[in-house]
């Protein structure tokens, strides 16, 4: 299949393109497209050969539901079964933006786009072109991230194209996404919300918008926990690069210090060594390694940007292996630490 690429700004929506996309949809096609968070592969969420699609396109198991991307709230009303209280308060707090709510769905919803499962995840993005997209499209775009299963979500339209050219109709270039991570997704079906997947909607703004307790899913942040998380897609082991990935952790001198040791062994042993540093520190490291940075430390938005982008480019240079600094901080901190830690299978040397 030849996969058209067209160009649509959130400063200047290309109207042509975007209809034709809004087309491709309403035919049972796929169109890769924009978001805030990450670039999206959508097809129509009511039409269960298309959910079908995305994911022989992905080569994604079919037991991990879709994301259900709507862009106003008379939409939700008709795929979900009620909508709670809770779901208004941060609906009115965070739509449209990168939150996702699991709801108990409406019958109008195929179990194709839901992996077998009696809820529905739903999220309004607040991307121009991703909004203009879905309304052109009849109102309900099912989209995992654009990428191959298994490999980092693509937060350029290059990486898009490196993983669906010629599996689906067309990919919207609409440039680099705002936040680089996925959404948070918060599930609001059984009473006490749980956090299913950290994001840039922290826990506390969570908490702040809904004047109430909120719970980490928890086997999201207990590695050793046994039960299964409540996300089918989080019990994958995503966002793996090629190389072998280490998060060297503790103060920073003696973190640049032990890379630089490890990495001189490596390199003796015919290894190609990267490293993710950030530009106060990336000076610290031996020249021979190919360093890349996070932005500036301390900037927990730097780090959820650029993390993924990182990943592909060393999985793109043949790296075999790579050492981290840690970017555990405040706010989305925890949600690149909940991605870094993946990518990295939990290896941490802590100094
Ligand atoms: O930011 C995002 O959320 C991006 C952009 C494109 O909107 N989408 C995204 O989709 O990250 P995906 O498919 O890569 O991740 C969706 C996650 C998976 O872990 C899936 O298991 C979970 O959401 N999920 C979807 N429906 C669910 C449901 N009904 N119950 C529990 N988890 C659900
Ligand atoms: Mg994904």
């Known amino acids: 299949m030849e996969t058209k690429i067209v160009v649509s700004e959130e400063n200047n929506i290309n109207i042509s393109a975007i209809s034709e996309a809004g087309n491709i949809i309403k035919n ?23 959910s079908k699609k995305i994911y022989a396109a992905k080569g994604r198991p079919s037991d991990n539901p879709l994301i259900v991307h709507i862009a106003d709230m008379e939409h939700l009303e008709k795929i979900v079964s009620n909508i709670p209280e809770d779901a208004l308060k941060l609906a009115e707090a965070f739509w449209p933006g990168p939150l996702t ?8 919803v195929p179990k194709e786009t839901t992996g077998g499962l009696e809820t529905v ?48 109709e067309m990919i919207i270039d609409g440039g680099q996404c705002e936040v680089g991570l996925e959404s948070t997704i918060v599930d609001l079906t059984e009473g006490t919300p749980i956090i299913l997947r950290p994001g840039y909607i922290t826990k506390e703004m969570l908490t702040d918008a809904l004047n109430r307790e909120v719970e980490w899913d928890r086997a999201i942040i207990d590695a050793n926990c046994k039960e299964a998380p409540k996300a089918p897609g989080m019990k994958y082991r995503h966002y793996a690069p090629k ?8 103060a920073m001198g003696p973190v640049s210090e032990k890379i630089n040791e490890l990495g001189k062994m490596d390199i003796e042993a015919g290894r190609k060594v990267g490293v993710i540093a950030t530009e106060e520190t990336a000076s610290n490291y031996d020249c021979k390694f190919n360093i890349k940075c996070a ?6 938005f ?10 592909r480019e ?27 830690l993946k990518a990295a299978g939990h290896k941490i040397i802590s100094i």
Do not use: W
């Open 121 to 168: 995840a739903v999220r309004m993005p607040s991307n121009k072109t991703a909004r203009a997209f879905i309304e052109a499209a009849g109102g309900y775009i099912a989209a995992p991230s654009a990428n191959i299963s298994g490999r980092p979500s693509p937060t350029l339209a290059r990486y898009v194209v490196e993983d669906m050219n010629g599996r689906i």
């Open 101 to 108: 709510m699991i709801f108990n769905k409406a019958e109008i």
């Open 314 to 340: 060393f999985d793109d240079d043949g790296t075999d292996v790579i050492y981290s600094e840690s970017f555990e901080g405040p706010g989305v901190g925890q949600a690149t630490m909940n991605r870094l």
């Open 243 to 250: 190389a072998d990935l280490s998060i060297v952790e503790g």
């Open 295 to 300: 932005g500036h430390k301390g900037n927990e």
């Open 302 to 311: 730097d780090a959820a940007k650029f993390l993924f982008q990182i990943l």
């Open 28 to 50: 049972g096609g796929l169109v890769a497209f924009p978001t805030e968070t990450v670039y999206g592969l959508g097809g129509d969420a009511l039409n269960p050969e298309s």
